[in-house]
């Protein structure tokens, strides 16, 4: 563990210094989250059992592919044809109304959900219709919810004095589905793409960032004591850190390499989920949600290793981090560059660069993620090629 903190330190602070210090760099993020869990691992007392030198290889082979790839890329010259273009103003007024117009179904299911749930606890009775618990075949993931983050995303990157209330409504639309969901993760997201857009701007700075974080971490606390009816005193509060931060990486030693039921269905998910909806192949896709162990912790969570890992083996690991590295050097170059397309697109994309401590968020989701590229694409789209009235910034 000592040699992986080495290696985070090293690769942080080469990708804060080739990143033009912008913490929100592929390289930063990933780096920091696994130093954060590797320093939690440490301090949280926890009898959980010691990692083994093949989970130490294989996060050290992630972590050092994906940030190197992701700095070479950052390095060359990526040409953009839209590097100034900016979204078409009438694209997002229609945004915006479709945004309105769909209020109702965040309603309706926050109300079937509380009206049928069983436990006495309309908290918990949110989670679990928003997980697919409560009767429903899936998770809850509507179309709508994509379209309010690419509307606010929008709005908040060009806010001014004539659009900021339609920018704090979005927000508060954002936020209350992640709260219906009762989801610590969504109401992560949307703080981390407003904080990243602030960033942008100048409005706000690293210290504001820590700051902000510190205490939503307590608020996300809170939530999940009264989300499970729990009182969250210092031993609640280091075993939610532990459950959160620590079973994912202990959890990774449970698996069996080379073991998926299918060739490549957990790291394919998406190529799976089209040939089965379209009739081709019987072969259903695997579950988003992963199976729950119950031994060293209980959890269903691997790290961003799982479908790698468990289709192809190490070298699995080694490859996807490349392609991975390639996808978010890409963009952040761009980032860099002053792109507003891409500055939008990587303000969605940073909370799955976080979350690869828990699980993998980019491949297993990946048809969510083209929604949220083609939502986004439109308005700039529309406007390059001028085919509605002319944009007045």
């Known amino acids: 563990m000592i040699y992986l903190s080495i290696l985070c330190i090293c690769l942080l602070a080469i990708s804060y210094i080739c990143s033009n210090e912008n913490i929100f760099s592929p390289g930063v993020l990933t780096n920091s989250i696994w130093l954060v869990c590797i320093g939690l691992w440490y301090i949280l007392p926890h009898h959980l059992p010691p990692l083994s030198s093949n ?44 945004s309105i117009a769909t209020i109702p179904l965040l309603i309706s299911f926050v109300y079937n959900a509380i009206t049928h749930g069983s ?54 639309m954002v936020f209350s589905f992640s709260f219906a969901c009762m989801s610590k993760i969504m109401i992560l997201n949307f703080v981390v793409m407003t904080l990243f857009i602030l960033y942008i701007k100048k409005i706000v700075t690293t210290k504001h960032i820590v700051i902000i974080l510190c205490v939503l971490f307590f608020g996300l606390i809170t939530l999940q004591g009264l989300r499970h009816a729990i009182k969250m005193d210092e031993t609640g509060v280091e075993n939610t850190l532990i459950t959160y931060f620590l079973s994912s990486m202990s959890a990774f030693d449970t698996l069996d390499p080379n073991s998926s039921a299918h060739y490549a269905e957990n790291s394919f998910r998406l190529v799976y989920a089209i ?43 080694g490859i996807f981090a490349i392609i991975a590295g390639i996808i978010y050097g890409s963009i952040f170059k761009q980032v860099l560059k002053k792109n507003h397309f891409f500055i939008l697109l990587w303000a969605y994309l940073s909370m799955i660069v976080i979350t690869q401590y828990v699980a993998d968020a980019l491949f297993t989701n990946l048809a969510g993620h083209i929604k949220m590229v083609i939502l986004l694409y439109i308005p700039f789209f529309a406007s390059k090629y001028h085919l509605f009235e002319k944009n007045k910034q």
Do not use: C, H
Not at 62 to 79: C, E, R, Y
């Open 55 to 98: 989970f130490i290889f294989a996060i050290s082979l992630w972590i050092s592919l994906l940030t190197v790839t992701a700095l070479l890329l950052q390095a060359v010259t990526i040409p953009s044809s839209i590097k100034d273009i900016k979204p078409s103003i009438l694209i997002k007024d229609i945004y915006f109304w479709l």
């Open 119 to 172: 436990s006495g606890n309309w908290m918990y009775d949110l989670r679990m219709a928003a997980i697919g618990e409560n009767g429903e075949e899936e998770v809850y993931t509507p179309f709508y919810s994509l379209l309010w983050i690419a509307t606010y995303l929008l709005y908040l990157y060009n806010t001014n004095r004539n659009n900021w209330l339609r920018t704090m409504i979005l927000g508060l």
């Open 275 to 317: 040939k089965y909806k379209l009739g081709v192949s019987t072969i259903e896709p695997v579950e988003t949600l992963l199976p729950w162990i119950s031994k060293p912790i209980p959890t269903n969570t691997y790290t961003t290793l799982y479908p790698f890992y468990k289709d192809f083996g190490v070298w699995g690991i």
